[in-house]
């Protein structure tokens, strides 16, 4: 044969078995010895001794006439080898199919002598009501044997074939605690058996097989027919149909042959469905195995097929459409082997042949589109082929690409010291010209039969692919230089060639090619460019945003490790933004006012994602503010306990150390660590108008003027700007709070006030304040931001001042002399913020200061003098109350004031004397006691 016509891109391996296995230890031989001797058994049943004796009228065919099998297949004639015709080939159809089935004489001989005592002891009785293996077993003994051994190997197959045929693999399902099938396997498990028409094992054996085999309506014995034996045995009958001393040939008495084959169908189960599909498979397969040489028996494959095609649409029965689909995948994937990268297998000597393989596949495919409409949709058979074609062309252009591109890069490689590495793409571009043409010349032709954009198709993929290596180019290049232009220029006549083909084979479709060319996405070099340029932009700020994420984590906010008071990673993060900004405008572009905007964004968001990252876990306001109790009165004196219950954090908080000098390094939310996240804030946003200043100096130096410069730099970093006042405002608040109600706690809410106000002033308070603010001092470095906290912190002073007098429990009761002394507290109090002169101003501490020094003159008014103010004030709830004879509870508004009945409620409850008591008890039904 030709050497251009074989594949040598599709493996010849062995393929496997879409029919399933059996599922226990059957040779091929014993399959075949089987298979022979149904197919002996069944000829004699279906025509006394004629077929076994039948004389082959092959030798009397005209060697120009074809066999009607092979017509039927579309094979050509001269490759059927004429048997009968040579003087030492068989005489008889019946000892041809032995040779062929490599059958022994002596087997034969055995087989036919039994065959001859059935028929004797079973007159009248078709070979299709006897199960053949226990009928051999009965009439064959060990003398029948050349040797023992070979005996007990015969025995033992027909005993596998019963198991296989009536246990494994029953035409009908098998109940395992069927009382008959326990017999067979027993039988089975204690062979060797004493066979012979005498024994007592056999004639059980007969009866427990007879009742598994009739378990249907028919007179036929189903020992056979289960899949997957019945198609095993069936397909090694239909593989005697090629020469067994030359396998790429058939025998002349295929016809003949194959006649006789179709008797065992009453025994295996077989239908002309079943025969279609399991002859096609055995075609294929026989292609496939013989090394792929002879094409005769792929077109035979493929033409049977359209039979299978016929035969799937009319039947829907469950058994056959399962051991369709296998088949149809087996051979769907041996075919896509090849049609995934036609490039490798076909070519201008063979091209015939990726026709017949393409049909093959296409039908398979089809079938199983068919079969299976819940899974693929209901497509028609023209657009399954057109998706199937359109990957093949897809994927095979793809391969062939690859091969020029490495085929490039191994010629640049081994001389690379006489070749620079930038006119690479340039000899690529014209290798995928010629590429390009040398597809719509050999095999357009042949795939538009299946897909009518099949050059469009291709060239289409090749213009994607030669983008991807364009777009990698110019991702790795620093600054455009002549190669750069070259390369581009190539690119651009490559990208005219292709678009020119797929216009001209879209002429005619139904869109114009529409769909194609808007596949084809231009290489302009601007465009090219411009991708370059964002590409670079997220590349930059990717590693940028990793950097973040890697860097805060291990960030040390302690200000004893940072002379600056601010930390490191921020400084890192700008001078970042500060390089990629100069980098881009290095970069020789002429559209950088128009990039500009996206480059700052993507760094504005970043930057925004490190301030953020920064101050969580910081705390907020809310989260140290107490929840605020509800009036109450408890009796004996016991502090009431969670007043101070915080919102979203731990019920044990452990109590901290006032000692501010002893500093827990690990902990990067403490004071000291609160404050340099608060420099760090302000250190961003004042560099970020340097940033801004810079920016509009790089934009003069490439010459953009006026206008465009605003336009450029509108609204840069706003949402980092915005972030570091929301940051710097949350923190100070955060940090504010964070010393009011929980650093000083145990001098504040455990110590001020309690049980005795005289002895539990506020200086123990204010000394640690005073600490507190020192460091906040030392720490925080800007004035303005120094100022925000510490007014902050005031503010929360006062906050938890009221919260003591108003909210503080039964652990505190004022008398009116103890007015006097929440008065001078709270002037202390303010004077540490005054610090004489050298703190706060006394228009912010007053402005602040307000609302404290509206509710302190409730503390001097006598008890009852605020009951009638209280009675007053709710005089209108009182009114329209249906108890006329308690007061209403006031509502809680969000602020303290001296007109607001809540706040001198709270004053009552917490008013030391006889009166107070007994209108609380009278009205809200309040402890006497406190």
Request: hydrophobic share 40%; with cysteine; aromatic share 6%.
């Amino acid at each position: 044969m030709p050497i251009e016509t074989i594949i040598p891109a599709i493996p010849t391996n062995h393929l496997p078995d879409p029919f399933g296995e059996l599922g226990l230890p059957l040779s091929e031989s014993d399959l075949r010895e089987t298979a022979y001797e149904i197919f002996v058994g069944a000829c004699r049943s279906s025509g006394g001794t004629r077929p076994l004796t039948y004389v082959s009228q092959s030798s009397g065919r005209s060697l120009t006439t074809a066999s009607k099998v092979k017509k039927t297949l579309g094979m050509k004639k001269s490759k059927i080898k004429n048997n009968g015709s040579e003087s030492n080939g068989p005489a008889t159809v019946g000892e041809l199919m032995r040779v062929q089935m490599r059958i022994p004489e002596q087997t034969d001989s055995r087989v036919r002598r039994a065959l001859l005592r059935i028929a004797a002891g079973q007159l009248g009785r078709r070979i299709e009501s006897l199960v053949l293996p226990v009928e051999l077993l009965h009439q064959l003994k060990s003398s029948d044997f050349p040797t023992q051994r070979e005996y007990e190997m015969w025995q033992k197959r027909n005993l596998k074939v019963l198991e296989a045929g009536l246990l494994l693999h029953p035409k009908l399902p098998l109940d395992r605690k069927d009382p008959a099938a326990q017999q067979l396997r027993q039988i089975i498990r204690d062979q060797p058996i004493e066979t012979g028409r005498h024994s007592q094992t056999v004639q059980t054996l007969r009866n427990v097989t007879m009742q598994l085999a009739s378990r249907s309506v028919d007179d036929i014995c189903h020992w056979a027919d289960g899949g997957p034996l019945n198609l095993r045995l069936y397909q090694l009958l239909l593989e005697a149909l090629f020469d067994v001393e030359e396998p790429t040939s058939m025998i002349e008495e295929v016809d003949e042959v194959l006649e006789l084959v179709k008797q065992t169908w009453g025994i295996l189960g077989i239908d002309q469905k079943l025969h279609n599909l399991c002859f096609s498979w055995v075609l294929f397969n026989h292609y496939v195995s013989t090394g792929q040489v002879e094409n005769d028996f792929l077109f035979a494959a493929d033409n049977m097929l359209q039979e299978v095609k016929k035969d799937a649409k009319s039947t829907l029965d469950s058994g056959y459409s399962k051991v369709l689909c296998l088949t149809m995948k087996t051979m769907l994937e041996w075919a896509e082997r090849g049609l995934l990268a036609y490039h490798e297998s076909f070519y201008r000597g063979n091209i015939d042949l990726l026709q017949s393989i393409l049909s093959l596949g296409l039908s398979a495919s089809i079938i199983l589109v068919e079969e299976n409409p819940h899974e693929n949709g209901r497509k028609n058979s023209i657009d399954v082929a057109n998706a199937k074609v359109d990957i093949y062309i897809r994927s095979s252009m793809r391969k062939a690409f690859s091969q020029e591109s490495e085929k490039i890069r191994i010629n640049r490689k081994s001389a690379k010291s006489q070749l620079s590495h930038l006119p690479a793409l340039c000899t690529l571009a014209q290798d995928i010209t010629d590429l390009a043409f040398t597809e719509k010349e050999i095999y357009s032709p042949i795939l538009q039969r299946w897909h009518p954009l099949a050059v469009g198709v291709a060239v289409a993929t090749l213009h994607s692919c030669f983008g991807q290596e364009v777009q990698k180019f110019v991702s790795g290049i620093k600054e455009l230089t002549p190669g750069v232009i070259q390369v581009l220029i190539a690119a651009d006549k490559l990208e005219k060639d292709l678009v020119q083909m797929a216009v001209e084979d879209s002429v005619n479709s139904d869109d114009g090619g529409k769909s194609i060319i808007q596949e084809m996405t231009p290489y302009e070099a601007e465009a090219v460019i411009v991708d370059l340029v964002k590409s670079w932009i997220k590349t930059r700020v990717d590693r940028l945003e990793e950097w973040v994420d890697r860097n805060l984590q291990q960030e040390v906010w302690n200000p004893k490790a940072n002379r600056e008071r601010f930390a490191p990673s921020a400084v890192e993060v700008l001078r970042t933004i500060d390089e990629t900004l100069e980098a881009f405008f290095l970069l020789p572009i002429p559209m950088h006012p128009d990039l500009l905007p996206e480059l700052m964004s993507s760094l504005d968001t970043c930057l925004r994602d490190y301030i953020l990252k920064a101050k969580s876990g910081s705390g907020s306001r809310s989260s140290f503010l107490p929840i605020l109790p509800p009036l109450t009165r408890c009796k004996g004196g016991s502090k009431l306990n969670g007043v101070f219950k915080k919102k979203d954090r731990s019920q044990t908080l452990q109590r901290r150390k006032s000692q501010l000098n002893t500093i827990d390094d690990n902990d990067p939310y403490d004071i000291p660590q609160l404050c340099v996240r608060v420099n760090t804030f302000h250190h961003i946003r004042k560099d970020l108008e340097s940033l801004e200043k810079r920016t509009i100096a790089h934009l003069k130096s490439i010459g953009i003027r006026g206008g465009g410069i605003v336009s450029a730099s509108r609204k840069n970093f706003e949402l980092s700007l915005a972030s570091c006042v929301e940051a710097i405002q949350q923190v100070c608040e955060a940090t504010a709070y964070k010393i009011i109600f929980e650093e000083l706690k145990h001098v504040f809410w455990d110590n001020l006030y309690v049980n005795d106000t005289s002895s539990s002033r506020i200086e123990p308070f204010l000394q640690e304040l005073e600490q507190n603010l020192e460091v906040v001092a030392e720490t925080v470095q800007d004035n303005t931001v120094r100022t925000r906290l510490i007014t902050n912190i005031m503010r929360a002073s006062f906050e938890g001042f009221l919260l003591v007098l108003l909210a503080g429990g039964p652990s505190r009761n004022f008398t009116i002399d103890d007015s006097s002394i929440v008065q001078e507290d709270f002037k202390f109090l303010m004077d540490l913020f005054w610090s004489n002169g050298d703190g706060l101003p006394r228009e912010l501490i007053g402005k602040h200061a307000v609302i404290v020094k509206g509710v302190l003159p409730l503390f001097s008014i006598d008890t009852c003098s605020l009951i009638e103010k209280f009675k007053s004030l709710m005089l209108t709830d009182v009114q329209s109350s249906s108890n006329k004879s308690r007061l209403p509870l006031p509502s809680t508004t969000d602020q303290w004031g001296p007109n607001e009945p809540n706040t001198i409620l709270r004053v009552l409850c917490h008013r030391n004397d006889k009166a107070a008591t007994t209108f609380l008890k009278k009205n809200y039904n309040l402890p006497k006691k406190l």
